[in-house]
């Protein structure tokens, strides 16, 4: 390592941990959070330790997650392997913090003292292993363990991007635990912290590691500036709009806001916006200027890092402030309550489809992103020139509608309380969403909008190229499985122990979101998709393989239409709902829904394969006229030779 990159590192970690540190010990000194415990105190050394700890802790998670994802998506082989030193700092750093900080955590829940004896360590494997918390924190560590490992083992471009996604699956178990474990709108608490805290890993950690490695530089500096810009722009918007979200969820009244926790996010809020002013500088004028010496941008860095520790300081000292009380903290739990962590919604109505709503700031935020997105490739194309047809934008932007209302709308919002609902949401995401948004086209656009890179590094562009042209995406989207894991997704889920994964498991709900999005997705893709695909069944196959999904699901349906028995009975069973059909007539109408909703999407597909089919009739006629037409016809006078010859033979003539 330089001299020079020395100082620069130095210098980017004293600027960061100053700013945290000191806002840190201010917070919690002026909000209690290390203040003495009335019960089972575990001494000032775990009170004052923890959140110290816990901030080494955010720091490190963030540049290990920072610096993986500006090596995946800014820079080439040189840049890579200079960054690695960075990630694996940081990594290791995370494990050592993540073990300190489990200890601890488990001496504040068991009040206990740290000891050397058996008792302790089997006592610690108890925590890491039974409580959920425990539990959660274990897995951040483990998560923590492999990092630093992989980090060092491998370096290829490929192993980067793995490593990148393992470190932000790491801060999953952190978005479980904390204030977001024990609130009510559980599923809105940890999709919001999870947002929170990947978009300030990239934002902050990124910075850090561009700071730290690439600010003595000139020429590629530049390069690495903006790209990092453009990763700190999706970053910024993720953070504000999940720490609105988190801090929302957690106030009840305006005079909550006074409260120390209230104090703390409007702190937060105004580093917040004094850094996206920043981003604005940098973007406009500052990095432009980098090639030419101007140190501007570096400067402003520097001083954004100092900020940036500020904002993750009053964060932790936050996560260690008790929340304001909610107005309900003592009324008795309700049924539903107890198993949804959620009250039931109103009587489910008619008009309740279009009123009652359940906000998942999660699925908002990619529908909304997804639509923003689209249209700004879209305008790209515009500005050059280029023609999109705009029935593919249309389809596209009415796609994630869909998706947005059947994640934030009334499918949400009953799903956990009623079968029925449950799968109506399921059709939708699974047939409906997919059948919009594949017309959209949406890797034509990437690939036609986005210029691609010239440097070895790979950006959005070529990482979805090189997806959609794995052995693995070879194999998914082949039509015949595509359409078994379709149809056979549906049995597999609702008859299997994943559907009470998914109902009670937060994790588990997110993934059958994707999943089933996912496997619609390659299924309609398949049939219909214009993106490039390795596959090119021909329109028999894929009407056979349309029908017999329609007959699959047909079976399904009545089959649950038919079932005698209660799928997961003490789920849907004691909810406690006084209103509506009993549980298991709500399951028959479920079925129903299977066989009804997944049809329509069904039909809609059936009628674009014929027309597809239709169009590629006509071309082929047109190719073959032209071809010819350019021959002067020969093929025609060759088969009227042919007629005239077979009307030539003597039995013929006989
Ligand atoms: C509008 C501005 C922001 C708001 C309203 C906000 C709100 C929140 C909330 C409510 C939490 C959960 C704390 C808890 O567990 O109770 C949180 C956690 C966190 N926030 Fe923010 N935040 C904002 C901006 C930022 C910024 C700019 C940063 C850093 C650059 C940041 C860093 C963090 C971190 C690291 C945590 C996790 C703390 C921990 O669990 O130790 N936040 N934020």
């Not at 490695?213 to 903006?226: D, N």
């Not at 964060?315 to 909610?326: G, I, Q, W």
């Not at 050059?384 to 596209?396: C, E, N």
């Not at 499985?481 to 122990?497: E, R």
């Amino acid at each position: 390592m330089t001299q020079d990159k020395t100082t620069k590192t130095l210098k980017a970690i004293a600027l960061i941990a100053t700013g945290s540190l000191l806002s840190l010990v201010l917070a919690l000194v002026l909000f209690g959070g290390a203040a003495p415990i009335p019960y089972s105190d575990p001494g000032g050394l775990v009170r004052w330790g923890t959140p110290f700890v816990k901030i080494l802790m955010n720091l490190s998670m963030a540049i290990t997650v920072g610096s993986l994802a500006l090596s995946a998506f800014a820079g080439n082989e040189a840049e890579r392997e200079r960054l690695r030193p960075v990630a694996a700092w940081a990594a290791s750093l995370w494990l050592l913090s993540a073990s300190i900080y489990f200890v601890f955590t488990y001496l504040s829940a068991s009040g206990s003292q740290i000891s050397y004896g058996p008792e302790f360590s089997e006592s610690l494997w108890l925590f890491a292993t039974q409580i959920e918390l425990g539990m959660l924190l274990a897995w951040n560590l483990l998560f923590a363990f492999i990092l630093s490992l992989s980090v060092i083992a491998f370096r290829d471009r490929r192993m980067v991007a793995v490593n990148a996604a393992i470190a932000i699956a790491g801060l999953y178990p952190l978005a479980e635990s904390g204030h977001a474990s024990a609130d009510a709108g559980h599923a809105i608490a940890v999709n919001s912290m999870l947002m929170h805290l990947v978009g300030i890993s990239v934002w902050v950690g990124g910075l850090f590691a561009l700071y730290a490695v690439f600010s003595s530089e000139k020429g590629r500096s530049q390069i690495l500036a903006s790209r990092y810009s453009t990763l700190a722009l999706f970053a910024f918007i993720l953070v504000a709009v999940s720490g609105v979200t988190a801090g929302y969820i957690r106030l009840y009244q305006p005079s909550d806001l006074l409260s120390g926790y209230g104090l703390l996010l409007i702190g937060k809020a105004v580093v917040l916006v004094l850094l996206g002013v920043y981003g604005a500088i940098h973007r406009r004028n500052l990095i432009a200027k980098i090639s030419h010496g101007v140190v501007g941008f570096w400067t402003l860095a520097a001083s954004e890092l100092l900020f940036m520790g500020v904002a993750m300081g009053l964060a932790t000292a936050l996560a260690r402030t008790a929340p304001p009380v909610s107005p309900n903290e003592f009324v008795p739990p309700t049924a539903a309550e107890l198993l949804a962590g959620d009250p039931l919604p109103p009587e489910l109505l008619p008009s309740s489809w279009f009123t009652v709503w359940d906000f998942d700031v999660l699925w908002a935020t990619i529908s909304i992103l997804g639509i923003l997105v689209y249209l700004y490739g879209v305008s790209v194309l515009r500005k050059r020139g280029d023609k999109w047809p705009v029935i593919r934008t249309a389809s596209w932007i009415f796609g994630m509608v869909t998706l947005f209302y059947v994640t934030n709308g009334a499918p949400n919002a009953y799903q956990e309380y009623l079968f029925s609902v449950h799968m109506v949401g399921h059709m939708i995401l699974t047939m409906m969403v997919p059948v919009l948004l594949v017309p959209g086209a949406p890797v034509t656009l990437l690939s036609r909008a986005q210029a691609p890179r010239t440097d070895g590094s790979f950006g959005l562009r070529e990482w979805v190229l090189w997806a959609v042209h794995t052995p693995y995406a070879w194999f998914l989207s082949q039509p015949l499985f595509a359409g078994l894991n379709f149809a056979l997704s549906l049995v597999m889920f609702y008859y299997t122990p994943l559907f009470r994964f998914s109902t009670e498991s937060h994790l588990g709900h997110q993934w059958m979101i994707g999943h089933f999005l996912l496997t619609g997705y390659l299924f309609v893709q398949s049939l219909i998709g214009v993106d490039p695909q390795p596959h090119k069944p021909v329109f028999p196959v894929k009407l056979m393989l349309l029908i017999g999904t329609m007959a699959f699901h047909a079976f399904f349906g009545l089959g649950l239409m038919n079932e005698k028995g209660l799928l997961l009975a003490d789920w849907f069973g004691s909810m406690g709902r006084t209103w509506g059909d009993d549980p298991l007539a709500d399951q028959a109408i479920g079925g129903a829904f299977a066989w009804g909703v997944g049809e329509l999407p069904t039909l809609a597909i059936t009628l674009i394969v014929v027309y597809q089919w239709s169009k590629s009739d006509d071309r082929e006629r047109k190719r073959l006229d032209r071809a010819s037409d350019r021959s002067g016809n020969k093929d025609i006078l060759d088969y009227n030779q042919m007629l005239e010859k077979l009307n030539q033979t003597p039995e013929r003539r006989n």
